[in-house]
């Protein structure tokens, strides 16, 4: 089919859908569809190529694409007899955390004018942890020829934040030590010191400290947010993490596997009634930010002072 429609949840997700799609030996031009109106359209579908020139079109976000009723139905006529010779390839990057807005966009008035004339490859689940570790093995072996083990793609996905473009980011920096063009897997090793520059690896390193009550988790603490002050980030992972241990305590499965398998560690700091005590105390931080309780000379400080008794106080629970 000349038209594709491809929707994914990440970017780098949605860059190798579209590239697999261009045809060979013909060059693909980019359009923002924000920056796309009906008469853009017509020139670039509508108008008969005398030589019969192989093309290729991306439009890229093309929920924003707006038509008037005419214009719809002009662009409509131009898709139902679109010539062989033009690829029509339309991408839509959905990001939206809740499920309600994700099926909104995905099934957007524009997305489904194009997709009737052509294909519609729904990619959104692929970012979903429980596939994301097993697309980045394929991607990687297919783009930089690196042999990724299962657990390596886990904690790569998971030290990039659930990020696939920040770990397609990471495995760029390890193909750079590829001694040649052959396949080749890397130790953990080489991988744990490409990941230790990535800020992301800082952010968890800071962040499983700061939970397993380390010695070092006040400088950590310190020097993160020194640089980053993503406070609420910090407090929903640190939440995230906290009632996962809690269900892990009842019996109830924790997703993804590769997840439960790193909590493992913390159970035993808390055992008993530390565990809630803790999620207690996470929850009075969290409030204690939204309503403003607490004080400094300015948001920065007072944000920094209240990590800082959140520290000391998830310390002193795993000293009890």
């Not at 010191?193 to 962040?207: C, G, I, K, N």
């Given at each position: 089919m000349p038209v594709t429609v491809i929707a994914a949840a990440d970017q780098l997700v949605l860059d190798d859908a579209i590239a697999s799609r261009i045809p060979e030996d013909v060059p693909c031009r980019t359009f923002h569809c924000t920056d796309l109106d009906a008469e853009a359209v017509f020139s670039h579908l509508g108008t008969p190529d005398l030589f019969a020139e192989n093309l290729c079109f991306h439009y890229s976000g093309i929920g924003s694409l707006k038509l008037r009723k005419a214009e719809a139905e002009g662009v409509e006529r131009v898709l139902k007899s679109l010539p062989g010779n033009i690829t029509l390839l339309c991408s839509e990057l959905i990001e939206e955390e809740f499920a309600s807005k994700r099926k909104q966009k995905l099934n957007s008035a524009e997305a489904r004018r194009f997709s009737r004339h052509g294909d519609f490859i729904d990619l959104l689940a692929v970012s979903e942890p429980r596939n994301a570790p097993g697309w980045l093995q394929d991607w990687a072996k297919r783009r930089h020829g690196i042999d990724l083990g299962q657990g390596q793609a886990e904690k790569l996905y998971h030290t990039c934040g659930g990020s696939i473009t920040l770990a397609g980011g990471e495995l760029g920096k390890l193909a750079l030590l590829k001694p040649g063009e052959d396949e080749i897997r890397f130790t953990d090793k080489t991988l744990d010191a490409v990941l230790s520059s990535s800020p992301e690896t800082r952010f968890y390193d800071m962040l499983d400290g700061l939970l397993a009550g380390a010695p070092h988790a006040l400088r950590q603490l310190r020097e993160w947010y020194s640089t980053d002050q993503g406070t609420f980030r910090l407090v929903a992972e640190a939440s995230r993490r906290l009632l996962s241990l809690m269900a892990l305590r009842e019996g109830r499965p924790v997703q993804p596997p590769y997840f439960a398998r790193q909590l493992k560690p913390l159970e035993r700091r808390y055992a008993g009634d530390r565990l809630d005590r803790a999620i207690c105390a996470c929850a009075a931080?969290?409030?204690?930010?939204?309503?403003?309780?607490?004080?400094?000379?300015?948001?920065?400080?007072?944000?920094?002072?209240?990590?800082?008794?959140?520290?000391?106080?998830?310390?002193?629970?795993?000293?009890?």
């Amino acid at each position: 089919m000349p038209v594709t429609v491809i929707a994914a949840a990440d970017q780098l997700v949605l860059d190798d859908a579209i590239a697999s799609r261009i045809p060979e030996d013909v060059p693909c031009r980019t359009f923002h569809c924000t920056d796309l109106d009906a008469e853009a359209v017509f020139s670039h579908l509508g108008t008969p190529d005398l030589f019969a020139e192989n093309l290729c079109f991306h439009y890229s976000g093309i929920g924003s694409l707006k038509l008037r009723k005419a214009e719809a139905e002009g662009v409509e006529r131009v898709l139902k007899s679109l010539p062989g010779n033009i690829t029509l390839l339309c991408s839509e990057l959905i990001e939206e955390e809740f499920a309600s807005k994700r099926k909104q966009k995905l099934n957007s008035a524009e997305a489904r004018r194009f997709s009737r004339h052509g294909d519609f490859i729904d990619l959104l689940a692929v970012s979903e942890p429980r596939n994301a570790p097993g697309w980045l093995q394929d991607w990687a072996k297919r783009r930089h020829g690196i042999d990724l083990g299962q657990g390596q793609a886990e904690k790569l996905y998971h030290t990039c934040g659930g990020s696939i473009t920040l770990a397609g980011g990471e495995l760029g920096k390890l193909a750079l030590l590829k001694p040649g063009e052959d396949e080749i897997r890397f130790t953990d090793k080489t991988l744990d010191a490409v990941l230790s520059s990535s800020p992301e690896t800082r952010f968890y390193d800071m962040l499983d400290g700061l939970l397993a009550g380390a010695p070092h988790a006040l400088r950590q603490l310190r020097e993160w947010y020194s640089t980053d002050q993503g406070t609420f980030r910090l407090v929903a992972e640190a939440s995230r993490r906290l009632l996962s241990l809690m269900a892990l305590r009842e019996g109830r499965p924790v997703q993804p596997p590769y997840f439960a398998r790193q909590l493992k560690p913390l159970e035993r700091r808390y055992a008993g009634d530390r565990l809630d005590r803790a999620i207690c105390a996470c929850a009075a931080l969290e409030h204690g930010l939204k309503s403003g309780a607490y004080c400094g000379e300015n948001t920065e400080k007072a944000e920094l002072a209240a990590l800082e008794l959140f520290q000391a106080e998830l310390s002193s629970i795993q000293r009890c």
